[in-house]
């Protein structure tokens, strides 16, 4: 049985992700949990003749029957940003409902991937993280943040610069999940060599601040949600990929804990710095997670300076995190 559990199903991002999922053969059960609205989307996704049986669970009486024996518990619950917000603006909100969820997957699921979409997602992953070590059961290479848009985006965005397919753009998205954290690694990308310093300085921010351009067009409204399902199945699925069918070379980009390839640690930290303990690298994905952390590659002297620009600002979203449990509940 390969169990997915999607925690806000209802949601802007979850139904159109749960959609995503429902597609996927590796997947022979689809569970939807949320506060409200779940037995309707269940209902819906369950007639679509694939693979997955799907089940629908509302309020937190159910979590416990939602997220039990999962595979991959995915994580997009919670508030999203309105114009003139940060991410950081709702963690008071988003920090304790990441909490909780956490707090029924360690106890009933604790072998689970966790994907982590809610935001700040810099400082969500942590909460998770010292939730999982309260409950003895933290393994640092099955806990990620979701920083798929962010590379996804970035294909986007330069491709259309320098005239390339998009789909088939890699470009490597490194830091964290917000802002000045986001570092795109451009001058590794074939093709951009060609592009001036302003051209790489105009993307390099539009990759950094992407979310709140969907944040303003969608005016109150909400912020991304299609483009983030679609980021979310890729991920989730990457996982399963190498995790149920065994792939190899699975790579992707995402916000780990750096304990998670101690040994490929050691080179990231020599440029991030010691004291830097989570950050999105490229993963090479295995049957337990991350089975090795690769390193950046070369830096160009800009790259450099926006990974200056960035340390400070994660250092303090990770403390934030972590601290809202270790400084807060105790289970
Ligand atoms: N990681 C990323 O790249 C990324 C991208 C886009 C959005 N996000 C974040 O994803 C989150 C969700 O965004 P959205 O647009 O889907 O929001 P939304 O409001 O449309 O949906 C959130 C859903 O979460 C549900 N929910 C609230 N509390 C819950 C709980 N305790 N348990 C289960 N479900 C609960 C709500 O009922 C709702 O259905 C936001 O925090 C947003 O900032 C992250
Ligand atoms: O911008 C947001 O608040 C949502 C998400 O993190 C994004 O990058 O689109």
Known sequence: ??????????????????????????????SLFDIVNTPGVAADLSHINTKS?????????????AIKDSAVVVIPAGVP?????TRDDLFNINGGIVRDLAIAAAKFSPKAFI???????????????????????????KIFGVTTL????????????????ASQLQVPVVGGHSGVTIIPLLSQVVGTSALSEDQIAKVTHRIQFGGDEVVQAKNGAGSATLSMAFAGARFTLNILEAAIRGTSGVVECTYVHLDADKEGAKAIKSVVGDDIEYFSVPVELGINGVQKIKPLGNLSEYEQKLLSEATAELKGNIVKGASFITEGSKF
């Open 1 to 30: 049985m390969v169990k997915v559990t999607v925690c806000g199903a209802a949601g802007g991002i979850g139904q159109p992700l749960s959609l995503l999922l429902k597609q996927s053969e590796l997947i022979t059960h689809l």
């Open 53 to 65: 049986k799907v089940t629908g669970y509302v309020g937190t009486a159910q979590l416990e029957e």
């Open 81 to 85: 940003r309105k114009p003139g917000m």
């Open 115 to 141: 994907c982590v979409i809610s935001n700040p997602v810099n400082s969500t992953v942590p909460i998770v993280t010292e939730v999982f070590k309260q409950f003895g059961v933290y393994d640092p290479r």
């Open 150 to 165: 962010d590379i996804v985006r970035a294909s986007t965005f330069v491709s259309e610069l320098i005239g390339a397919e």
